[in-house]
């Protein structure tokens, strides 16, 4: 799939812990009817063979929405399952080798908290760069505080389009104004609500106001 800044939107990010019992499949085809733009499946608890399996039945559910089909940190999964593209973190695969080995035609995002690491994520080939923790995040346990400031540094400071991750909710999008990002990234705000869909749609509408304008 071509990439498009505007798949970045409302980036959805599953989590294991979030979904519950509710299934993978149920709780992302509720995100993509609320509006989610773009899907990234992060499952760090599984082998590589139930990855694909997941991302298999993923692939046909964001197929039906015009949704591109990430993968979290493997490369390998998106090779053997035709998934849209991977997100690469700084301890994960270099992106310049993900794009030697994936090709032009691949979505390839890479995590970035500094300047530096987003002009070399740009100039390696991502697509798109995620930084934060924006606001902070109870979800991903290692990540580091960044701030809105630092953020809007970093939109200014490279070509390719930025989402912004980490403690993205509704109460906070508003503050995103003017920061120059294409997107939110967004896991506990989805997929830990009790209605998925209803959130993503609230999500979407103030996603979009900050990005186009409202
Ligand atoms: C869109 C987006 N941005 C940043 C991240 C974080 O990636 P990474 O630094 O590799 O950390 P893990 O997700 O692997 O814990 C992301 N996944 N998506
Ligand atoms: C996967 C991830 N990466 C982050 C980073 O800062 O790079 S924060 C994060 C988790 C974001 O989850 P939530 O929307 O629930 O805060």
Do not use: W
């Not at 015009?66 to 695969?93: C, E, F, R, W, Y």
């Amino acid at each position: 799939m071509k990439f498009d800044k505007n798949m970045l939107a409302l980036y959805a990010i599953t989590d294991r812990k979030c979904i519950g019992d509710r299934g993978l499949e149920y709780s992302v085809e509720q995100a993509l009817s609320g509006g989610a733009t773009m899907i990234q499946l992060r499952d760090k608890e599984v082998d590589f063979d139930t990855l694909c399996k997941e991302a298999d039945s993923l692939l046909k559910i964001c197929q039906k929405y015009s949704a591109p089909l990430i993968i979290n940190d493997n490369a390998d999964v998106v090779i053997k399952t035709g998934a849209d593209g991977v997100h690469l973190g700084q301890n994960d695969m270099e992106l310049a080798k993900a794009r030697e080995i994936l090709g032009k035609d691949k979505i390839i995002g890479g995590s970035a908290r500094t300047i530096e690491l987003a002009k070399k994520a740009e100039q390696s080939g991502a697509d798109y760069i995620g930084s934060g923790a924006v606001f902070g995040t109870l979800t991903k346990a290692d990540a580091k505080y960044l701030g809105t400031e630092n953020l809007k540094k970093i939109c200014g400071a490279v070509g390719i389009p930025v989402v912004a991750i980490g403690g993205v909710s509704a109460d906070n999008i508003p503050q995103l104004e003017n920061c120059g990002i294409s997107g939110v990234a967004v896991v506990s705000a989805i997929f830990g609500a009790d209605n998925i869909c209803s959130a993503a749609q609230k999500l979407r509408k103030l996603a979009d106001s900050v990005i186009y304008g409202g």
